[in-house]
């Protein structure tokens, strides 16, 4: 790798040497989906960007080094109202918690969605929390923000909340770069007078007797405030980053970490996070914690748009992970996973995304000049990490992974190091399984076809090949290094 790796660092407006904490425990928190509906599409470029990230991480430093936490909000008015719909007896009764009825309501969901991210060939986080089973955490955090004067309880039309005081910390508003005073309000509520400031937001909120939510006891100005209610928005990622890269891990962390406490390397997010919700966990964690910093470098993706236009429901362009995979909405067809991917990474992270059928038709031939093999021990080329090093340039990168296919083609012995290439990126095409019947029936083929190029009867040996690729099975011929004598692969394309 010609240097380290840089990052653009939202929070700073420019690229940045990339210095963990800790190099031995490099930490990454990612948003992840709310599992009310199917993620769709603009949801997977997030997933994507940052495997891609972690992938890089994880060769940088060692795959034993990184850890990688992406959220599941399942905390969520429209996922209440939908468990208490479905199984509100069952929660008054006692005879089923609210997060269990939650977890019914949203696993079909839940597992579609890990379901369609494996076939985007994305790796597992090492952790992948939800929300419900953090909410003893989030009160934690709540009171903490309370006893330090950056919080207050208040009574609105809808009841008792805890509301954050954007006005008790000095530099609210560092990420987005937004002054106080010109900024709107980020909760899920809309601004009323009990607040202190318009942009006080909502740590938690009372729920009313027809809705569900969770016991919290808070204290403020030596009063108790017992408050059933549900949490805000973004009171989640502050506990939930902070319990899996802080709390759970902060005993094997080195003393340079361990002096930077609650202090992360890189938190992620689509950029239509940075206000109010990345705005807003800065806000939680650093007071909480009486913190500069919650994460070092602040990372987001560009929007997407499809076929030039804002994706909705209204527009009838709202498209799901899962009707691209399995239905012909897009196009007309299915699309294999690895040209969702690929047609994702064509695209520079930061920048706007036109996702259209003509950009996974283009993907779709690139991927099919692309030859199937094993890695081995190989490591990826310099060029497509020097292209990954520099704030994950993935255009270059695929450019760089396409010349190395294109030499693996005319050079066997070079298809481990495009392999390997391709699959820090995530798209090292896949050997499809052959039977042992099939591949000695294909090689007395190709076989043949050598014997007929060598006599020069090209029509016959042109016939063999037209067949095999009916069968989808291509050819590609190259020359033995050594003896110069002709050899010819063959593999199933996809």
Same mark, same amino acid.
């Given at each position: 790798?010609?240097?380290?790796?840089?990052?653009?660092?939202?929070?700073?407006?420019?690229?940045?040497?990339?210095?963990?904490?800790?190099?031995?425990?490099?930490?990454?928190?990612?948003?992840?989906?709310?599992?009310?509906?199917?993620?769709?599409?603009?949801?997977?470029? *997030?997933?994507?960007?940052?495997?891609?990230?972690?992938?890089?991480?994880?060769?940088?430093?060692?795959?034993?080094?990184?850890?990688?936490?992406?959220?599941?909000?399942?905390?969520?008015?429209?996922?209440? !109202?939908?468990?208490?719909?479905?199984?509100?007896?069952?929660?008054?009764?006692?005879?089923?918690?609210?997060?269990?009825?939650?977890?019914?309501?949203?696993?079909?969901?839940?597992?579609?969605?890990?379901?369609?991210?494996?076939?985007?060939?994305?790796?597992?986080?090492?952790?992948?929390?939800?929300?419900?089973?953090?909410?003893?955490?989030?009160?934690?955090?709540?009171?903490? +923000?309370?006893?330090?004067?950056?919080?207050?309880?208040?009574? #609105?039309?809808?009841?008792?909340?805890?509301?954050?005081?954007?006005?008790?910390?000095?530099?609210?508003?560092?990420?987005?770069?937004?002054?106080?005073?010109?900024?709107?309000? &980020?909760?899920?509520?809309?601004?009323?007078?009990?607040?202190?400031?318009?942009?006080?937001?909502?740590?938690?909120?009372?729920?009313?007797?027809?809705?569900?939510?969770? *016991?919290?006891?808070?204290?403020?100005?030596?009063?108790?405030?017992?408050?059933?209610?549900? *949490?805000?928005?973004?009171?989640?990622?502050? !506990?939930?980053?902070?319990?899996?890269?802080?709390?759970?891990?902060?005993?094997?962390?080195?003393?340079?970490?361990?002096?930077?406490?609650?202090?992360?390397?890189?938190?992620?997010? #689509?950029?239509?996070?940075?206000? *109010?919700?990345?705005?807003?966990?800065?806000?939680?964690?650093?007071?909480?914690?009486?913190?500069?910093?919650?994460?070092?470098?602040?990372?987001?993706?560009?929007?997407?748009?499809?076929?030039?236009?804002?994706?909705?429901?209204?527009? &009838?362009?709202?498209?799901?992970?899962?009707?691209?995979?399995?239905?012909?909405?897009?196009?007309?067809?299915?699309?294999?996973?690895?040209?969702?991917?690929?047609?994702?990474?064509?695209?520079?992270?930061?920048?706007p995304i036109d996702f259209s059928v003509k950009r996974l038709e283009e993907a779709e031939r690139l991927l !099919?000049?692309?030859?199937?093999?094993?890695?081995?021990?190989?490591?990826?080329?310099?060029?497509?990490?020097?292209?990954?090093? =520099?704030?994950?340039?993935t255009v270059t990168a695929v450019q760089a992974v396409h010349a190395l296919a294109q030499a693996a083609n005319?050079?066997?012995?070079?298809?481990? +190091?495009?392999?390997?290439?391709?699959?820090?990126?995530?798209?090292?095409?896949?050997?499809?399984?052959?039977?042992?019947?099939?591949?000695?029936?294909?090689?007395?083929?190709?076989?043949?076809?050598?014997?007929?190029?060598?006599?020069?009867?090209?029509?016959?040996?042109?016939?063999?090949?037209?067949?095999?690729?009916?069968?989808?099975?291509?050819?590609?011929? #190259?020359? =033995?290094?050594?003896?110069?004598?002709?050899?010819?692969?063959?593999?199933?394309?996809?």
């Open positions: 790798m010609a240097g380290g790796l840089k990052l653009y660092n939202t929070l700073t407006r420019d690229k940045v040497d990339f210095e963990p904490i800790d190099d031995q425990n490099v930490r990454l928190y990612v948003c992840g989906p709310t599992v009310y509906d199917f993620a769709h599409i603009g949801n997977a470029r *997030p997933v994507i960007v940052f495997d891609v990230l972690y992938r890089l991480l994880r060769h940088v430093y060692g795959a034993d080094k990184v850890t990688y936490v992406r959220n599941i909000t399942d905390v969520d008015d429209k996922i209440n !109202a939908r468990a208490l719909r479905d199984f509100g007896d069952r929660i008054a009764d006692g005879s089923m918690s609210l997060n269990e009825a939650i977890r019914a309501v949203t696993g079909k969901t839940e597992s579609q969605f890990h379901e369609d991210v494996a076939t985007l060939g994305c790796l597992k986080p090492t952790h992948e929390p939800r929300a419900t089973d953090n909410i003893p955490q989030m009160i934690v955090i709540i009171q903490r +923000l309370l006893d330090m004067g950056h919080a207050y309880v208040a009574s #609105g039309s809808e009841g008792h909340e805890v509301l954050f005081s954007t006005a008790s910390m000095a530099d609210y508003g560092m990420l987005s770069k937004r002054r106080l005073e010109d900024q709107q309000a &980020g909760a899920r509520v809309a601004v009323e007078s009990h607040k202190m400031n318009p942009a006080d937001f909502v740590l938690w909120k009372q729920s009313a007797d027809t809705e569900p939510g969770w *016991p919290a006891h808070f204290s403020f100005e030596g009063k108790a405030h017992p408050i059933f209610g549900r *949490p805000g928005w973004h009171i989640e990622c502050s !506990a939930m980053s902070d319990r899996y890269l802080w709390e759970e891990i902060k005993d094997r962390l080195s003393p340079k970490a361990k002096a930077k406490p609650h202090q992360f390397d890189i938190h992620g997010g #689509g950029l239509d996070l940075i206000f *109010p919700h990345h705005e807003n966990e800065i806000a939680q964690s650093c007071c909480a914690f009486d913190n500069d910093l919650m994460a070092t470098v602040w990372m987001h993706n560009g929007f997407l748009q499809v076929e030039g236009r804002k994706m909705s429901k209204s527009e &009838g362009n709202f498209v799901t992970i899962n009707e691209l995979l399995a239905t012909e909405k897009f196009g007309g067809r299915q699309w294999p996973g690895e040209v969702l991917r690929l047609a994702m990474l064509m695209t520079h992270y930061r920048e !099919a000049k692309w030859p199937a093999g094993d890695a081995g021990d190989m490591a990826p080329d310099a060029s497509v990490l020097e292209a990954l090093t =520099d704030d994950l340039n005319a050079d066997p012995s070079k298809l481990p +190091l495009f392999v390997a290439s391709a699959a820090l990126l995530g798209v090292a095409p896949k050997k499809a399984e052959v039977s042992d019947d099939l591949s000695a029936a294909v090689q007395a083929l190709v076989d043949l076809r050598l014997e007929m190029l060598k006599s020069k009867n090209f029509a016959e040996a042109d016939r063999i090949r037209d067949e095999l690729a009916e069968k989808g099975i291509q050819l590609k011929d #190259g020359k =033995d290094k050594e003896t110069g004598e002709r050899v010819t692969t063959w593999e199933v394309k996809r």
